[in-house]
T-cell receptor, first 114, second 118 residues
Framework: AQSVAQPEDQVNVAEGNPLTVKCTYS??????LFWYVQYPNRGLQFLLK??????LVKGSYGFEAEFNKSQTSFHLKKPSALVSDSALYFC????????????FGSGTRLLVRP | NAGVTQTPKFRVLKTGQSMTLLCAQD?????MYWYRQDPGMGLRLIHY???????AKGEVPDGYNVSRLKKQNFLLGLESAAPSQTSVYFC?????????????????FGPGTRLLVL
């Protein structure tokens, strides 16, 4: 069965420092991977996706993610964190059946301190 | 273009009461989904629809029913609410196009409905 794991409940980083939010996956076949962000009392917003092609995927708000097939990882990164990046981040993998539903990780709360 | 909207934003129910959550999308998307979000558990799929008039069960369907009478609307019903259904409910939609460079792989989410069952 498809699954994703986000091993960190919370990540703390100082503003201006690089940030990484970790995600590992388990899929049968080629993975379709996604990152979403949720700000307080809001719905999920799409950040970026990996379907095929370059292993480094660039997304919204300066975020990028690196697909690593050998390590089955899809970590979210940003070179310089902003206080406004503080939010809940979800990694997801698309299921392989005809529903195209997403299977989400448990989420990682990112806290960027001034 | 409002995207995905959800009604209501917040509701308090007593155990045993019923209610319907409405999701509407104006993007002409084929696929629609209902998820629930609980602390530490991410989002879990309740039901989904791959087109008008079709519905299917997701990961946690018990206690919920859905209908997709119109392509733009996806209704989630609770016939007899239970405290375990206290959660935040999100609706999402996506289009049929699944080409790698297309937008079909992206699900678009509504703002959520916060439900408290006492």
């Amino acid at each position: 069965a498809q699954s994703v794991a986000q091993p960190e409940d919370q990540v703390n980083v100082a503003e201006g420092n690089p940030l990484t939010v970790k995600c590992t996956y388990s899929v049968s076949g080629n993975p379709y991977l996604f990152w979403y962000v949720q700000y307080p009392n809001r719905g999920l917003q799409f950040l970026l996706k990996y379907i095929t092609g370059d292993n480094l995927v660039k997304g919204s708000y300066g975020f990028e993610a690196e697909f690593n097939k050998s390590q089955t990882s899809f970590h979210l990164k940003k070179p310089s964190a902003l206080v406004s990046d503080s939010a809940l981040y979800f990694c997801a993998v698309r299921d392989v059946d005809s529903s195209y539903k997403l299977i989400f990780g448990s989420g990682t709360r990112l806290l960027v301190r001034p | 273009n409002a995207g995905v909207t959800q009604t209501p934003k917040f509701r308090v129910l007593k155990t045993g009461q019923s209610m319907t959550l409405l999701c509407a999308q104006d993007m002409n998307h084929e696929y629609m989904y209902w998820y629930r979000q609980d602390p530490g558990m991410g989002l879990r799929l309740i039901h989904y629809s791959v087109g008008e008039g079709t519905t299917a069960k997701g990961e946690v369907p018990d206690g919920y029913n859905v209908s997709r009478l119109k392509k733009q609307n996806f209704l989630l019903g609770l016939e007899s609410a239970a405290p375990s259904q206290t959660s935040v409910y999100f609706c999402a939609s996506r289009n049929r196009n699944s080409l790698p460079g297309g937008t079909g792989e992206t699900q678009y989410f509504g703002p959520g409905t916060r439900l408290l069952v006492l």
